[in-house]
């Protein structure tokens, strides 16, 4: 049983340059999120969709974009990355309010 | 909004109980409960529901104040393998769910 795949799950980027985290889930749940781990700072939604082709900004999104092209995959780009983007991202999904299933995470350090 | 989490941080010797509050400005309609080990994902312990449906996890109980929303979780008789950060999350009803900051739990033999 895989969950919640992420990949990649290390990456070390120079400012200004851009990349893409994929996750795809195989539980068939209608809702995904990207959240950011920073120490002290907790798990912060940086964006949700409630179901494929929709969308919706979390707390911290600038930066960000996202895609939800289908049930399975939610992908979050960083156009032009910055230092203050080095964190721990999480792909998570659910079923509704219900139950959230995390994948491994991805550790992203932007020099 | 993130909910409000305390205390911050919390040290047990075992057999010890505690107790983490989690705490909003927004009106609820679920409270999330999860479990974080160091380098590792946040792994699911409980949910309370508006309306007072809630499901458990383990020796690990929680109750849900929707009128002050508030949601307070208790950890009875605390094992070595309780240690780890505690998170709540909280969600109105767009699905979107918020965490608090986080109660790192240590447990001492």
């Known amino acids: 049983n895989a969950g919640v795949t992420q990949t990649p799950k290390f990456q070390v980027l120079k400012t200004g340059q851009s990349m893409t985290l994929q996750c795809a889930q195989d539980?068939?749940?209608?809702?995904m999120y990207w959240y950011r781990q920073d120490p002290g700072m907790g798990l912060r939604l940086i964006y949700y969709s409630a179901s494929e082709g929709t969308t919706d900004k979390g707390e911290v999104p600038n930066g960000y974009n996202v895609s939800r092209l289908n049930k399975r995959e939610f992908s979050l780009r960083l156009e032009s990355a910055a230092p203050s983007q080095t964190s721990v991202y999480f792909c998570?999904?659910?079923?509704?309010?219900?139950?959230?299933?995390f994948g491994e995470g991805s550790r992203l350090t932007v020099l | 909004q993130q909910p409000v989490q305390s205390p911050q941080a919390v040290i047990l010797r075992e057999g010890e109980d505690a107790v983490i509050n989690c705490s909003s400005s927004?009106?609820?309609?679920?409270v999330h409960w999860y479990r974080q080990k160091h380098g590792e994902a946040p792994v699911f312990l409980m949910i309370?529901?508006?309306?007072?449906e809630q499901k458990g996890h383990e020796k690990i109980s929680a109750s849900f104040n929707e009128k002050k929303q508030q949601s307070s979780l208790y950890l009875t008789a605390s094992q070595l393998s309780y240690s780890g950060t505690y998170f709540c999350g909280t969600a109105n009803n767009t699905d979107k769910l918020i965490f608090g900051t986080g109660t790192r739990l240590q447990v001492f033999p």
């Open positions: 927004k009106a609820l309609y679920s």
């Open positions: 998570a999904s659910s079923v509704g309010t219900g139950e959230l299933f």
């Open positions: 539980m068939n749940h209608n809702s």
């Open positions: 309370l529901l508006k309306g007072g």
